[in-house]
């Protein structure tokens, strides 16, 4: 299948190893749940419905109340739930505890009751000029009533990495403020990274300047996948984060066997 638009998350895996972009987003391997990963999606879950409700019923008590509905709602959607629990490593409990903490974690960052978003899990699309369909999806887009100005703001349910690995954070939020930018005509006036992991926030103030920037680089690692593409090569390169990778056993540099190159992928689908 040709590929044709790019997300932050991909292009960061492409950032990170072109050979972990294309088993994610060429081959598309399916990868082994990770209780992690589906915390974080039974949290964004309960938080996008808690604005649902109005404003001042969005307490810790409501929210905490959304949870089994949500819960349900993952697990008649995503089978793999139930596999996080085959092995018993991980009890449905201690899965469902760590989410009710996340939960309670956000009610200490902000007070949902004094929101008013225009948009949650809003997906965003912009087409580059000689370059990929720019997408993804924001947790939240809050407007201020006052002047109309735009704050994107993302919910992280791990913790605020340290400095020195902030650059592919800083890296992903100006691609969505880009993308709000091209879509909407009006940069975003400031973006909120919430980590509930360990209850801190991350805010920017995206320049111009800054988005040009993060244009010219996407366009940079959008030629470098075609010209991938094109030879069918993606190589790996190894980093600290190789021990989570689902495709070692694919990986050359762990021993692993490349399988061949996926016909029909001349041009690029989701990134
Ligand atoms: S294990 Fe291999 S494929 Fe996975 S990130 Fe590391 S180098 Fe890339």
Redesign the pocket.
């Known amino acids: 299948m040709p590929v044709t638009s790019l997300s932050p998350s991909r292009a960061s895996d492409f950032m990170?190893?072109p050979?972990?972009y294309r088993?994610r987003a060429i081959d598309r391997f399916a990868e082994a749940p990770s209780a992690a990963a589906m915390r974080g999606t039974l949290v964004h879950a309960a938080l996008e419905a808690l604005f649902d409700l109005e404003p001042r019923e969005r307490t810790p008590a409501a929210a905490q109340g959304l949870v089994p509905a949500s819960y349900q709602k993952l697990r008649d959607r995503d089978g793999r739930v139930d596999q996080l629990f085959a092995d018993g490593t991980l009890t449905e409990e201690a899965f469902l505890g760590g989410a009710r903490d996340l939960i309670d974690s956000y009610f200490t960052l902000e007070d949902p009751s004094r929101l008013a978003p225009e948009a949650r899990e809003l997906l965003v699309e912009a087409q580059l000029e000689d370059g990929p369909l720019l997408r993804g999806y924001i947790d939240r887009l809050d407007v201020a009533p006052a002047d109309g100005a735009l704050r994107i703001v993302d919910y992280k349910t791990g913790k605020l990495p340290a400095p020195r690995y902030q650059s592919e954070v800083f890296f992903q939020l100006r691609f969505y403020s880009l993308v709000i930018w091209l879509a909407r005509g009006q940069m975003p006036e400031a973006v909120k990274l919430i980590y509930l992991g360990n209850r801190q926030i991350l805010g920017a103030v995206p320049t111009s300047r800054e988005l040009d920037t993060v244009r010219l680089r996407i366009s940079v690692i959008w030629d470098q996948i075609q010209a991938m593409i094109q030879a069918q090569d993606f190589p790996?390169?190894?980093?600290p984060?190789?021990g989570w990778?689902s495709?070692?056993d694919?990986?050359p540099?762990?021993g692993g066997q490349v399988p061949s190159f996926p016909n029909g992928s001349g041009g690029v689908t989701q990134g």
């Open positions: 990170r190893c050979l972990l088993y790996p390169v190894k980093g984060l190789c990778c495709f070692q694919q990986c540099l762990f």
